[in-house]
């Protein structure tokens, strides 16, 4: 008998202990998942068991660094381009002998360069100046500050070593189709108040522009004029120098020293005659034009380069 009472509380005592854990096992699962910490970006308040949390990603940003024009090693650059003529320094109205050897003086010389720049071993080049006006009239001035017509070429650009000048005979293409000379100040090359450097017949620039007379028949009369206005896109060409390794220094003025012959500018052509009268209109005058712009851009040539 006691035996038998025994094994029923055994039995009681089993039963007792599987509702216990079931009933743990029941409300644990009934606890509902979700973020329980509220820092995270997926928190859920009434979450009983943490199920996972994400967070926000924070990143670092670093603030760029701007290096100043001031920061940077720079140095001066000055381009000359000196004109000459029969082996002396040229100037307008002065009596020169050209490729005839008759007697002719220029009263007008000026002309376009753009995209200036030097270029050093690799493909890297240092822009100096978009556009210049290279006019050989030094009586005008616009301003006490700026003359009009001037022959340097100067800037700043990175310091260091390069090799060879860039620059294009003319005004760049792409300026030349906008064509909008009021939109730039008065002395501004680009600007034809004071240059009178468009066509009056096509809203586009001239790129050169050379005028003067000669004397045809050696009579001591200057009995001919010619006239040699040069333009289009097709004429434009570019220039490029090479003189050799130098340095652009920081502390020093870097000069470089070119020179342009005047008198072959007009090699293949007879001034005396209609091939020195020309307004580029019309395929032979734009041959004649063709010729004018070709012997201007082979005909400037380094002389070297020096510092102050």
């Known amino acids: 008998m006691e035996l038998l009472t025994n094994n029923k509380l055994n039995v009681m005592n089993f039963r007792f202990l599987i509702i216990f854990f079931s009933s743990i096992l029941f409300f644990s699962a009934c606890k509902k998942e979700g973020c329980t910490d509220s820092t995270a970006i997926n928190y859920d308040s009434e979450a009983k068991k943490n199920s996972g949390c994400v967070y926000e990603r924070i990143l670092t940003i670093k603030e760029p660094v701007i290096i100043s ?23 307008l109205n002065e009596v020169y002998r050209e490729n005839n050897d008759r007697r002719f003086r220029i009263n007008k010389f000026k002309y376009f360069v753009s995209n200036v720049k030097l270029g050093d071993k690799s493909t890297v080049k240092a822009n100096i100046t978009d556009i210049e006006l290279i006019d050989y009239d030094t009586s005008s001035f616009l301003s006490e500050t700026r003359p009009i017509y001037d022959h340097i070429i100067d800037g700043k650009i990175k310091a260091g070593m390069y090799n060879r000048v860039f620059l294009g005979c003319g005004v760049d293409p792409i300026w030349n189709e906008e064509y909008a000379p009021n939109d730039y100040p008065t002395d501004h090359p680009l600007n034809t108040t004071y240059t009178n450097m468009a066509w009056t017949w096509e809203t586009k620039y001239i790129f050169t522009s050379i005028e003067g007379e000669i004397d045809s028949d050696g009579d001591n009369t200057y009995d001919r004029s010619f006239f040699m206005h040069t333009g289009f896109n097709e004429l434009y060409s570019q220039v490029i120098l090479p003189i050799g390794e130098f340095e652009v220094k920081e502390d020093s003025k870097t000069i470089i020293n070119l020179e342009l012959d005047i008198i072959k500018v007009f090699a293949g052509l007879d001034i005396a005659t209609k091939e020195g009268q020309t307004h580029s209109s019309g395929a032979e005058q734009l041959e004649y034009s063709r010729t004018i712009q070709t012997n201007l851009a082979n005909n400037i040539k380094f002389v070297g380069v020096t510092y102050e």
């Open 69 to 91: 024009d001031s920061a940077m090693n720079t140095g001066e650059i000055e381009i000359r381009i000196v004109p000459k003529a029969n082996d002396r320094r040229f100037y």
